[in-house]
T-cell receptor, first 108, second 115 residues
Framework: KNEVEQSPQNLTAQEGEFITINCSYS?????LHWLQQHPGGGIVSLFM?????KKHGRLIATINIQEKHSSLHITASHPRDSAVYICAVYGSNYQLIWGAGTKLIIKP | NAGVTQTPKFQVLKTGQSMTLQCAQD?????MYWYRQDPGMGLRLIYYSASEGTTDKGEVPNGYNVSRLNKREFSLRLESAAPSQTSVYFC??????????????FGQGTRLTVV
């Protein structure tokens, strides 16, 4: 079993839909990272959080430390949101442990 | 502010050839990392450098060597490329300290094909 599991692996939705991507982890962590990888390949950090909730534009990230679970939400999704979304956690030795990513496609 | 600069963007090698991937950051970060990304898998850590002058193996170090040339630069070398090293390689950096977690910043990636 991977230490960081993301679901779903693939998600296709219509423009405007509310999107949720989930991340569960089995290790003790100090913080969790949500990142975005566009088809061109570059990786961009979206959020780093260790408790509660963060919001940036149409993106919202939440984390529940007790349940070892985080969610990334996208409101009013748009085709330009199409990308791979990656969850990574900082383990006890401060190294990042990566999920396999969720491929999101938003259709117009 | 360039962030993390990684070169080259693309490379095709023949089996047995050698090459060095270059990475430089201008954010005064102490920690730098090399990852590889293969289809259907998460990023896997090859080597990292927690601070200038130190390097350590990650999850998949075999077939690679690294050099932390100075605080800014961290290079990855393939001495004798193999088809199994066909992958996309990412360099990353961040500031790391005990009790402190900061965002990691990534280079644009190097798409390497070994034929």
């Amino acid at each position: 079993k991977n230490e960081v599991e993301q679901s779903p692996q693939n998600l296709t939705a219509q423009e405007g839909e509310f999107i949720t991507i989930n991340c569960s982890y089995s290790v003790g962590i100090s913080a969790l990272h949500w990142l975005q990888q566009h088809p061109g390949g570059g990786i961009v950090s979206l959020f780093m959080l260790s408790s509660g909730k963060k919001k940036h534009g149409r993106l919202i990230a939440t984390i529940n430390i007790q349940e070892k679970h985080s969610s990334l939400h996208i409101t009013a999704s748009h085709p330009r949101d199409s990308a791979v979304y990656i969850c990574a956690v900082y383990g006890s030795n401060y190294q990042l442990i990566w999920g396999a990513g969720t491929k999101l496609i938003i259709k117009p | 502010n360039a962030g993390v600069t990684q070169t080259p963007k693309f490379q095709v090698l023949k089996t047995g050839q050698s090459m060095t991937l270059q990475c430089a950051q201008d954010m005064n970060h102490n920690s730098m990392y090399w990852y590889r990304q293969d289809p259907g898998m998460g990023l896997r850590l090859i080597y990292y450098s927690a601070s200038e002058g130190t390097t350590d193996k990650g999850e998949v170090p075999n077939g690679y060597n690294v050099s932390r040339l100075n605080k800014r630069e961290f290079s990855l070398r393939l001495e004798s490329a193999a088809p199994s090293q066909t992958s996309v390689y990412f360099c990353a950096s961040r500031f790391r300290a005990v009790g402190v977690n900061t965002e990691a910043f990534f280079g644009q990636g190097t798409r390497l094909t070994v034929v």
